[in-house]
């Protein structure tokens, strides 16, 4: 335990050379997809990287411009806000004395604040997208993982004796990840499109940076949608009122309703999720660890992790006790 103390604040302080490295890793994991495609098609290995890291370092520059330039505006508009949230919550206290529920302003301001909430998400935006702008150390490290994969089979074959079954292994757990992942990051960017079409349609501020928090939001299971729903329909009620409000959470319920309950279970089947309380505890963890980027990516990581405890007849019942249905022979 002691141990794993010292390992954990040495994770903490080097906060600033994990995270970079953890969003390189799981890039490089997405684009191991659109690679191995590119080469099963003929295309030489040195253009197929070339072209998956140049399509990917084009993407999320652009993400980080756009998120930059949204979330420039809000954080200004923040402190308007908070102000218009706490006379809300004022009315909300005056409203209920006056129907004889007697309620404390400042109790309720202590315990209830959206406006620290809004602040919460304001800042945890800004530190992904300052992680973000530092783009080129990440595809600088994305560019050495992919090339490191190229000969490492050459290398595991060297290095071992019977190294058949390692590759094997290694093959199936590939195909695995880069299948979740491709999926995953599709069904996100569905979830993303019609939250930004649909707010649009109410009329919110800065649709497409509460499209992006719900894209980069649901790669949390469970937790992700609700947290990532909350803040626009808080701006909803500052800025348009009660109805607006009610329309934004009732489409994001739909959308969350059709994609959670009809589209992904079709695409991913059975097995693939994670149980709540490994998502609750890896989000806490991984959160106080290494911040808002850790809670980003604290489910993917995890997922890799039963993943790779599935792809072993020994170590399968692990990944059963951590995923989110119980599987019988």
């Known amino acids: 335990m002691a141990a794993f103390v010292v390992v954990v604040l040495g994770l903490q302080m080097a906060e600033s050379i994990i995270v970079p ?8 994991v997405i684009s191991s997809a659109p690679f191995s495609w590119l080469k099963r098609r003929g295309v030489p290995t040195s253009l197929s990287m070339v072209l998956v890291v140049l399509s990917m370092a084009l993407l999320v520059l652009g993400l980080a411009v756009l998120m930059s330039n949204s979330l420039g505006s809000f954080l200004r508009a923040v402190p308007q806000y908070q102000t218009h949230l706490s006379e809300l919550t004022a009315q909300l206290v005056a409203a209920l004395e006056s129907h004889g529920i007697n309620v404390s302003t400042p109790v309720v301001q202590e315990y209830f ?3 620290k909430l809004m602040q919460f998400v304001a800042n945890a935006l800004n530190a992904l997208s300052s992680v973000l702008t530092n783009a080129l150390v990440i595809f600088a490290l994305v560019i050495i993982l992919l090339v490191e994969s190229l000969d490492f089979r050459a290398r595991l074959r060297a290095a071992l004796p019977h190294p058949q079954p390692y590759l094997d292994f290694i093959d199936q757990f590939n195909r695995t990840i880069e299948h979740y992942f491709a999926l995953r990051t599709l069904m ?3 979830t993303g499109v019609a939250v930004t079409l649909w707010l649009l349609f109410v009329g919110v501020d800065f649709p497409v940076l ?5 894209f980069l939001l649901n790669y949390i299971p469970y ?3 609700y947290i990532a729903a909350v803040p626009p329909v808080l701006l909803a009620l500052v800025q348009l009122g009660w109805g607006p409000a009610a329309l934004s959470a009732a489409g994001y319920a739909l959308i969350s309703l059709v994609m959670g309950n009809l589209v992904e279970p079709r695409a991913f089947g059975q097995g693939m999720g994670l149980s709540m309380v490994v998502v609750f505890l890896s989000l806490a963890f991984w959160g106080w660890v290494l911040g808002p980027v850790g809670m980003l990516l604290s489910v993917p990581l995890t997922m890799v992790l039963k993943i790779a405890l599935e792809s072993k007849e020994d170590t399968r019942w692990m990944a059963i006790l951590i995923g989110d249905t119980p599987q019988s022979e």
């Open 21 to 28: 490295f953890l969003l390189a890793l799981f890039l490089s």
């Open 223 to 225: 937790f992700g949608a």
């Open 113 to 115: 604040n959206p406006g």
């Open 188 to 190: 996100n960017l569905i």
């Open 210 to 214: 509460w499209g992006l928090l719900v």
